[in-house]
């Protein structure tokens, strides 16, 4: 019995632990900029390739979307954005344009183009219409990230200018 535990004889075998699950890696807005960047080229192909099936005026407007998305979300893949604002860009980029393109594309062509009665606007009004508004909420978003960081570097000058200048009133 000496012997059994001397050398271990006897003992039952432990098997070894798997190791945990990994974590998750959370996300940066870097790495989601990045990621958007990405999605929304692959989405300016797609509609460059249906372009022949979109009404006039939607493949151009997709088009300045992208010009004004493109820079900003390089922006934002350097600098970041709050919260509110990189929700915004997310929900263009990954929901609303696709979004819009999708059910378009999915309807049977000569349905899309015709009117529907009633407020006499068709499938391919409406469409041209969401990527007009599109545009319009990517041109704000756009002015409230440049202008929310032009914000703090004000912030910060005036900060400066309190704390560097003399006054009238220093002995």
Do not use: C
């Not at 012997?3 to 003992?11: E, H, S």
């Not at 070894?16 to 990621?35: M, N, S, Y």
């Not at 990954?94 to 068709?122: F, K, N, W």
């Amino acid at each position: 019995m000496a012997l059994r535990r001397m050398f271990g004889w006897g003992r039952p075998e432990v098997e070894p632990q798997p190791d945990p699950a990994p974590r998750p890696v959370e996300r940066t807005p870097a790495d989601e900029a990045a990621a958007m960047q990405g999605e929304l080229v692959e989405l300016v192909r797609r509609v460059n390739r249906a372009g022949g099936r979109l009404p006039v005026g939607a493949v151009p407007t997709v088009r300045a979307v992208e010009d004004v998305l493109r820079p900003l979300l390089q922006y934002v893949e350097q600098q970041s954005a709050n919260a509110e604002e990189l929700h915004q860009l997310t929900a263009i980029v990954r929901e609303y344009l696709p979004q819009a393109i999708d059910q378009y594309v999915a309807l049977p062509e000569d349905y899309a183009r015709r009117d529907r009665g009633g407020p006499g606007t068709s499938p391919a009004d409406d469409l041209v219409a969401q990527l007009r508004l599109l545009l319009e909420g990517a041109q704000q978003l756009q002015r409230a990230v440049y202008e929310s960081d032009a914000q703090e570097l004000a912030i910060g000058r005036r900060f400066l200018d309190t704390k560097f200048r003399r006054s009238d009133l220093d002995l």
